[in-house]
């Protein structure tokens, strides 16, 4: 009895600092409920109630795990890392989903989640039909749920990735990620910084859209979404609402580039060195892949007979979209020929910079790719030479080779995986593939009449969305962070 006792003990130490860990951040989510609960007060709208419930019980969840952890001190080791990044990210995404169980769409619980899942995740794909008839508050929750779950991509990708080994992020080790056996002050420092940033771009964005014409609602939660790379808007035609002010269209092209670049490399910039982003190899990259597919597509819309200015708009807007995995959409450009459809399908794939809010495979991952292809070439020709491998001025080592693999594999095996079990339910190969993609890929609209750019995921089965928020999730935290707690080896330590 004695020893049961203190294996009990013993497993209470090492999962009491998670669970503090995840009260605070459930606090500083009923923080942030309280913002559309109060414009619903202000306009007496009757979703009040259901965001009163939904604090009142994500306060209790806090209180309870407070009161449980109250003299236990935040020293997290690695393996507990994994476990928080997880449970941290599926816990937020699932007591976000209350007010809509609770609020007036009623949504069911499955329904609820996807949403929410959808919204943390930053991915942006949507069941709810109507937007534009919801309460002020609940289009400014949906908002206000990508700009937080974009705030928290940065932090894990600049602070915790990188220190987990994961998917080849060593690469971008920097002072945020020595954590050792404790979170260090210097990730605080960093993390100050970044969010610093985020908010002033959040800020700028809102006031660019409000003096371009948008009303003030849609300017403050269109902010948040696009410099989150979201793509959440608030109205069933995203932001083909604005088609007709080409300069909005416009104005969220450039943020949603700016969500994403590397918000290390601002940071950098405000310390002195103002060609930080330029010389940085992966924002060279992104830019190039954005310039040729922007002009190559322009030219086939132009030789369609459709106007230069129009065509440069729509395409510039459509592809900075589907490549930062935003996910917005001023056009359905499935309609706008094979050659656009398969060009958007391969853009899915391809995401921002590391360290930014975007999914995707991020664009490191490709040019460390053609290196290793390069180089594989050359031993080929020259069995005996030696050539050196480096990126952004750094050696790529085998531990960075190795989390590259890695990672690529189960990325494409994951959307192979999910695309099975969506054909196996009944959805044709076009929703099946691209559902899968666009989930895991964190995009958002998908290709095909049902999830394409002019509809959405209301219609697919319950189970299709249960997979689809597992897919979204594994994305998310770039699919290693959660396989790794799926391995005998990780229980036993």
């Known amino acids: 009895m004695a020893s049961r006792w203190q294996d009990v003990q013993e497993q209470w130490r090492d999962w009491a600092p998670i669970l503090k860990v995840l009260s605070v951040l459930w606090l500083v989510l009923a923080a942030f409920m309280t913002v559309p609960w109060l414009v619903l007060i202000i306009e007496e709208e009757p979703d009040a109630r259901a965001f009163a419930q ?3 019980i994500v306060l209790g969840a806090v209180a309870l795990s407070w009161l449980a952890t109250l003299r236990v001190e935040i020293f997290l080791k690695p393996w507990q890392m994994f476990l928080v990044t997880t449970l941290s990210w599926v816990s937020i995404s699932t007591l976000a989903s209350l007010p809509l169980v609770l609020g007036a769409p009623q949504l069911s619980f499955t329904n609820a989640v996807f949403e929410s899942v959808s919204a943390i995740t930053t991915t942006g794909s949507t069941i709810l039909e109507g937007i534009d008839t919801l309460s002020d508050g609940l289009k400014l929750w949906r908002g206000m749920m990508q700009w937080l779950g974009g705030i928290g991509i940065i932090v894990m990708g600049i602070a915790i990735l990188p220190f987990l080994k994961v998917g080849g992020m060593r690469l971008f080790h920097t002072e945020s990620s020595d954590w050792s056996d404790k979170v260090m002050p210097r990730t605080g420092g960093i993390a100050k910084a970044t969010l610093a940033i985020y908010v002033g771009f959040t800020l700028l964005a809102m006031l660019a859209y409000w003096l ?6 849609d300017a403050v939660v269109h902010a948040m979404t696009s410099v989150a790379t979201g793509g959440f808007a608030n109205s069933d035609a995203s932001f083909g609402a604005y088609a007709d002010r080409p300069h909005l269209l416009w104005m969220a092209s450039l943020f949603m580039l700016m969500g994403a670049l590397p918000f290390v490399l ?19 990259g992104l830019l190039l892949v954005l310039l040729v597919v922007i002009l190559s597509l322009t030219g086939w819309h132009i030789w369609l007979g459709i106007p230069p200015g129009e065509a440069l708009t729509h395409v510039t807007f459509n592809v900075i979209s589907v490549v930062t995995t935003t996910g917005y959409a001023s056009d359905d450009y499935s309609s706008w020929g094979a050659l656009a459809i398969v060009a958007f399908f391969y853009l899915t794939f391809v995401g921002g910079c590391s360290g930014s809010t975007s999914g995707g495979m991020k664009i490191f991952r490709f040019q460390i790719a053609s290196i290793l292809l390069r180089n594989q070439l050359r031993y080929l020709i020259h069995a005996s030479g030696v050539f050196p491998t480096r990126y952004n001025g750094q050696p790529i080592t085998d531990d960075i080779t190795r989390g590259v693999v890695a990672f690529s594999f189960f990325f494409f095996l994951t959307i192979a995986g999910l695309a099975l079990g969506l054909a196996m339910m009944g959805l044709d190969i076009v929703t099946a593939l691209s559902g899968a993609a666009t989930a895991v890929a964190n995009v958002g609209p998908g290709l095909g009449e049902t999830i394409g750019p002019a509809g959405n995921f209301a219609p697919l089965p319950d189970a299709a969305k249960w997979l689809l928020c597992v897919g979204m999730l594994l994305g998310r935290l770039e699919i290693l962070t959660v396989l790794v707690l799926l391995t005998p080896m990780f229980w036993r330590r």
């Open 212 to 217: 371009g014409g948008m009303a003030t609602l």
């Open 266 to 284: 601002y940071i950098r910039f405000l310390r002195g060195a103002r060609m930080a982003l330029w010389r940085d190899q992966q924002v060279q």
């Open 54 to 56: 939904s604090i009142g």
